[in-house]
């Protein structure tokens, strides 16, 4: 059964007063929530809280809960409401919000999510700048491991080298940023 | 290449280290926390890979925390919906209990900052002694382990008690519908759980511990004629029997030891020393008696509920043939059956309930 299919499934069930199906599509579907989530505003405790807070949601109206075509599709809608409530309620990043249109083409690039996840000013410099001595290709590379999750194989396909290949430019680029964050 | 050989880049670029990282695959976290604690050698090694891949990820992972504040999130929206739908159940009421869902003792550690306050769990554990024995008052309920080394009840506000060998607690009368009140003869470990309408009190001989929330543990061993009782997390008051004004706040990794025969060579009865931790898991000892590490491979759930029977002192029926067969892989460490069972229930999904003194498994 296709990853699609069981989170219409597990809806189903959560539709039905069901909560450990509530517990499996939360398993399900966390990493792709919280990718998706880190995209828009690259704060990762306020995205873990929301993905909490909608899946609470879900469960305190479950009876009222409709049949739905795309199950993380409509979480991803859901969180992003979410987010935006959190966001504009802290009033802090307006100028984010109000950037947030209805298609997904203002998403933060990879380099600006793990910078602004980390809180301490002296590491995000130092990993700007480490960021910095990476080429493009690198970047693209570890962006891929780290970020998408994907497994060397994966990314060896996708990128149309060799498996050993993509290891080792990963791992240059790893080597190079120890040395530079130390 | 052996993995002893490894350095801090090399663990990083490695797949199964980076999905224990995120807590990708339970069998790389298990795997990877074993390995961990078998080499402290490498321990500077691991934690500078830990911080690169942590880095990388922009601090993805935290599944498993994240899903326990879910759970204990949900728990206290269902406790609220009982609590204004009718009212509170008795200890005699024989419908079956929810359980409350405790926090974790297991997983990697995690450095972030927990999730918002409101989901905040939510389980205080107690371990208390006392030698000599109370004189029986009027009690509602008594329940003792005998000659059993360990007996798990879960009480009526889903607080559950590991009682130790030829220990005793009686409940208050009206427990969980005017107090939570009980009195503890001999040793105890107690998972309190959350509830905001009456204080968690534990009486002794010599003074009454109240429980005043957040997540912590008490723990204390057998001296003559003394009480001991250490904590881990959060807040407990304990109060002297015979100076009512006399109270002490005990603080995270802290343990008070109070003499029962008056003074000690300081000029008080009573002593406040940091917990006694191993030095190898670095776990208070003074838990030892009721910690219980269970390795599982490829097992089906009747037969690590026989297991867990056994050692909790607590019976495990099954509803359901089919989840019999459910089969689990894993190590798993935990003071409670409540976490044993939550910690199983991670990795593949089924219910459990309390009803009378078993606790059944059910789809």
Known sequence: MSTAATNNTYWEQVRHGDKQALFALYNNTYPHLLRFGLKLCGNDELVKDCITQLFLQLWGRWQQLKPVTNVQAYLFTALKRHLIDQLAYQARTHTAVSNWSENEENELSYEEIIIRVQQDEEVRARLHRAMKSLTPRQTELIRLKFFEGLTYEQIADRTSQTVKTAYNTIYDAVKTLRRLLK | ?363
């Open chain 2, 1 to 363: 290449m052996d993995f002893r050989d490894y350095q801090a880049i090399d663990f990083a670029c490695d797949e199964s280290f980076q999905r224990y990282c995120v807590e990708d695959n339970d069998a790389d976290i298990s795997f990877w926390e074993g390995w961990i604690q078998q080499h402290p050698g490498k321990a500077a090694e691991t934690a500078e890979a830990r911080r690169l891949v942590e880095l990388l990820t922009a601090r993805q992972g935290g599944r498993l925390e994240q899903l326990l504040h879910l759970k204990s999130g949900l728990d206290h929206y269902d406790l609220l919906q009982a609590l204004t739908a009718e009212p509170v159940a008795g200890l005699s009421t024989p419908e079956p209990l929810t359980l409350p869902s405790p926090a974790p003792r297991f997983g990697p550690i995690l450095r972030y900052a927990a999730a918002a306050a409101l989901l905040l769990a939510v389980t205080t554990g107690i371990l208390l002694t006392r030698s000599s024995r109370q004189p029986q008052q009027q009690m509602a309920a008594a329940i003792s382990a005998g000659n059993e080394p360990r007996k798990t009840v879960v009480l009526p506000d889903g607080s559950s008690i590991i009682l130790r060998q030829h220990s005793e607690v009686a409940l208050a009368p009206g427990f969980n519908t005017t107090n939570r009140e009980l009195t503890l003869t001999g040793e105890a470990f107690f998972d309190v759980a959350p509830g905001a309408r009456h204080p968690f009190i534990v009486h002794t001989t010599l003074a009454d511990i109240t429980v005043l929330g957040t997540v912590f543990n008490i723990n204390a061993c057998t001296e003559m004629s003394g009480i001991e009782a250490s904590l881990f997390k959060g807040k407990v008051e304990v109060a002297w029997k015979n100076n009512r004004q006399k109270k002490i706040l005990l603080l995270p990794n802290q343990k008070i030891v109070i003499n029962g025969n008056g003074q000690t060579t300081a000029g008080t009865d009573y002593k406040v020393i940091p917990l006694d931790a191993d030095p190898v898991n670095h776990k208070a000892k003074e838990i030892n008696w009721v910690r219980n590490r269970l390795e599982i491979e490829n097992e089906p759930l009747a037969d690590i509920a026989a297991r867990l029977q056994q050692w909790y002192g607590i019976r495990i029926a099954f509803a359901d043939e089919e989840v019999k067969q459910y089969r689990y892989s894993g190590t798993f460490e935990s003071e409670t059956i409540i976490k044993a069972l939550d910690a199983l229930q991670l990795s593949y999904p089924f219910s459990f309930r309390m009803a009378g003194d078993s606790i059944i498994i059910s789809r």
